[in-house]
């Protein structure tokens, strides 16, 4: 501790905090009452000093911030709340007091102590040796010996009146602050404690996240024109839409939050922006934070639709005499099952559209929605239970996600990935091909899950590519793409492939796979 406060050089400092990070976990039952709390209050001015550095000339520097927060976090693992009961008090204070400095420190020790402790995959007693000594009863074993650091904390956040939504109406007022000033440290700010809350929303008791100032604040970073805060909102909403509850509750907090129309929003808002900026650049020079962030609002469709999904499998399950055990028994009711099939039907469009997006993290984020979507429509129990409404509309979300499969399933533009594909010895060329075969061959496995659920529709996909292939001209009156005609004999053979001998026979032409031979 003496090295730490008086030397100037941030790599010094960096060594000292690793190794009191180090000691804390393996020797901190050593220390006694009075070398404990001169370590707290050591810990504490440090992280103190660093959030009230104004001045960038003497600012500490993020790597040192980030390690006084894993000892920070670790110390109050050993300690809280028997030895440290004022820990979140005292950094709720200091974020209160120190401005953005004080912001920053409540997001980083947050997030260390979700690292070090919650999140840990701590099954030692009392965080291995450390927390004997800051919580256990000194000459005897307490009971709190007996459980886990990550259960311990957790349990003494709940017990702390107040804790929990004082902590929760911070990070809001953090991501708040951070939107106000939505470029630069603000945004980077928004965007961490968006991360942080994202981390606490899987534990924490939901009513605290889906209040609605907090819904309110999110919602204004999935408006923003930045892309690091609106991805950031779609992870958070992502952590709430796979939190745990029983089905009932969790399309009612589905409804309620009204995330299908945002996850559609935000979805349809990357895809007409990426479209627009694709046609604008000449089909080339893709935005990699664009990509990443219609990739997460994709993410979030693919989550609120398969938690909805999830319900409506639980009604399937329990109507074949399932036992009510896997997972969040008992099965829905029917008034939540309705419901959860209404929103899959307003979902399902775009995320159809989301299938066809050129960006590859797009694709593979909703894949899985398409996949679960069609197994829905396989299983005779949920079609028997299908909403008439619902039964209207399957055969044209499936007659349109075939034809996207087919579409995303074609070669890229030269022009748009800068490669030749006539020049297969070019290295670049080899990998683009690469990437191109392994995306067909995932989509592949949902067209023949919807061929073998609709034939006619996967048949009705190819004659529509082949007419395509066989025109005189493409769009605009250029000459047909040769990607076109590769895709449309592609998906020829895809079809092909799961047909019986008979219709495959040169000559054949009787049967409808025949005609389009």
Same mark, same amino acid.
């Given at each position: 501790?003496?090295?730490?406060?008086?030397t100037?050089y941030?790599?010094?400092?960096?060594?000292? @905090?690793q190794?009191l990070?180090?000691?804390?976990r393996?020797?901190?039952?050593?220390?006694?009452?009075q070398?404990?709390?001169a370590?707290?209050?050591h810990?504490?001015?440090?992280?103190?000093?660093?959030?009230?550095?104004?001045?960038p000339?003497?600012a500490?520097?993020?790597?040192?911030?980030?390690?006084?927060?894993?000892?920070?976090?670790r110390?109050? &693992?050993?300690?809280?709340?028997?030895?440290?009961?004022?820990?979140?008090?005292?950094?709720?204070?200091?974020?209160a007091?120190?401005?953005d400095?004080?912001?920053?420190?409540?997001?980083?020790?947050?997030?260390?102590?979700?690292?070090?402790v919650?999140?840990? #995959?701590?099954?030692?007693? &009392?965080?291995?040796?450390?927390? $004997?000594? &800051?919580?256990? $009863?000194r000459?005897?074993?307490?009971?709190? !010996?007996?459980?886990?650091?990550?259960?311990?904390?957790?349990?003494?956040m709940?017990a702390?009146? #107040?804790?929990?939504? $004082?902590?929760?109406d911070a990070?809001r007022?953090?991501?708040?602050?951070?939107?106000?000033?939505?470029?630069?440290?603000?945004?980077?700010?928004?965007?961490?404690?968006?991360?942080?809350?994202?981390?606490?929303?899987?534990?924490?008791?939901?009513?605290?996240?889906?209040?609605?100032?907090?819904?309110?604040?999110?919602?204004?970073?999935?408006?923003?024109?930045?892309?690091?805060?609106?991805?950031?909102?779609?992870?958070?909403?992502?952590?709430? *839409?796979?939190?745990?509850?029983?089905?009932?509750?969790?399309?009612?907090?589905?409804?309620?939050?009204?995330?299908?129309?945002?996850?559609?929003?935000?979805?349809?808002?990357?895809?007409?922006?990426?479209?627009?900026?694709?046609?604008?650049a000449?089909?080339?020079?893709?935005? !990699?934070?664009?990509?990443?962030?219609?990739?997460?609002?994709?993410?979030?469709?693919?989550?609120?639709?398969?938690?909805?999904?999830?319900?409506?499998?639980a009604?399937?399950?329990?109507a074949? #005499? *399932?036992?009510?055990?896997?997972?969040?028994?008992?099965?829905?009711p029917?008034?939540?099952?309705?419901?959860?099939? $209404?929103?899959? !039907?307003?979902?399902?469009?775009? *995320?159809?559209s989301a299938?066809?997006?050129?960006?590859?993290?797009?694709?593979?984020?909703?894949?899985?929605?398409?996949?679960?979507?069609?197994?829905?429509?396989?299983?005779?129990h949920?079609?028997?239970?299908?909403?008439?409404?619902?039964?209207?509309?399957?055969?044209?979300? @499936?007659?349109?996600s075939?034809?996207?499969?087919v579409?995303r399933?074609?070669?890229?533009?030269?022009s748009?990935?800068?490669?030749?594909? &006539?020049? #297969?010895?070019?290295?670049?060329?080899?990998?683009?091909?690469? !990437?191109?075969?392994?995306?067909?061959?995932?989509?592949?496995? @949902?067209?023949?899950a919807?061929?073998?659920?609709?034939?006619?529709? =996967?048949?009705?996909?190819?004659?529509?590519?082949l007419?395509?292939?066989?025109?005189?001209?493409?769009?605009?009156?250029?000459?047909?793409?040769?990607?076109?005609?590769?895709? =449309?004999l592609?998906?020829?053979?895809l079809?092909?492939?799961?047909?019986?001998?008979?219709?495959?026979?040169?000559?054949?032409?009787?049967?409808?796979?025949?005609?389009?031979?």
């Amino acid at each position: 501790m003496p090295r730490y406060q008086s030397t100037a050089y941030p790599e010094v400092r960096f060594w000292c @905090l690793q190794t009191l990070a180090e000691a804390v976990r393996s020797h901190h039952a050593s220390l006694s009452d009075q070398d404990a709390a001169a370590l707290r209050a050591h810990v504490a001015s440090w992280i103190h000093d660093a959030a009230t550095r104004t001045d960038p000339a003497t600012a500490v520097p993020a790597f040192i911030k980030n390690k006084l927060a894993q000892v920070c976090a670790r110390l109050a &693992g050993a300690e809280y709340p028997a030895r440290w009961p004022s820990f979140f008090a005292d950094l709720l204070q200091l974020a209160a007091n120190a401005g953005d400095g004080g912001l920053d420190a409540l997001v980083r020790v947050l997030d260390a102590v979700d690292d070090e402790v919650i999140s840990s #995959g701590d099954t030692q007693h &009392g965080h291995g040796a450390g927390s $004997r000594g &800051g919580n256990s $009863r000194r000459g005897g074993v307490g009971a709190d !010996d007996e459980v886990p650091a990550s259960t311990r904390v957790k349990d003494a956040m709940r017990a702390e009146p #107040g804790l929990l939504p $004082r902590i929760v109406d911070a990070i809001r007022a953090v991501i708040a602050s951070g939107l106000e000033r939505a470029t630069g440290p603000g945004a980077a700010l928004a965007e961490a404690a968006a991360g942080c809350a994202r981390r606490y929303a899987e534990w924490v008791d939901v009513s605290l996240f889906s209040d609605e100032a907090f819904v309110r604040t999110i919602n204004a970073m999935l408006a923003s024109g930045h892309h690091g805060l609106r991805g950031a909102g779609c992870d958070f909403l992502v952590a709430l *839409a796979h939190k745990g509850m029983d089905h009932g509750a969790k399309v009612g907090l589905i409804a309620r939050l009204d995330l299908v129309n945002v996850s559609r929003v935000a979805l349809n808002a990357y895809i007409a922006d990426g479209a627009a900026a694709s046609a604008a650049a000449g089909g080339g020079d893709d935005d !990699d934070d664009a990509a990443e962030g219609e990739g997460k609002a994709a993410a979030l469709a693919a989550a609120v639709g398969g938690e909805l999904l999830s319900c409506l499998r639980a009604e399937a399950a329990s109507a074949a #005499g *399932a036992e009510a055990n896997e997972p969040h028994a008992p099965p829905p009711p029917r008034d939540a099952c309705d419901a959860a099939a $209404r929103m899959v !039907d307003d979902l399902m469009p775009t *995320a159809v559209s989301a299938l066809g997006s050129r960006r590859e993290s797009t694709t593979m984020s909703i894949l899985p929605l398409a996949t679960a979507y069609v197994n829905r429509l396989k299983d005779a129990h949920a079609v028997k239970l299908m909403p008439a409404s619902s039964a209207a509309v399957a055969e044209g979300t @499936l007659r349109a996600s075939l034809d996207a499969v087919v579409r995303r399933s074609s070669f890229p533009d030269e022009s748009a990935v800068g490669v030749d594909f &006539g020049d #297969g010895d070019d290295k670049s060329t080899r990998e683009c091909e690469a !990437d191109a075969v392994a995306m067909r061959q995932e989509l592949a496995v @949902l067209f023949r899950a919807i061929a073998r659920l609709a034939p006619h529709l =996967a048949l009705g996909a190819v004659r529509g590519a082949l007419a395509r292939a066989l025109s005189l001209e493409g769009g605009g009156g250029e000459p047909v793409r040769w990607q076109t005609v590769e895709t =449309a004999l592609a998906a020829l053979h895809l079809v092909g492939e799961g047909a019986h001998d008979g219709a495959v026979k040169p000559g054949v032409e009787e049967s409808p796979l025949g005609e389009l031979v």
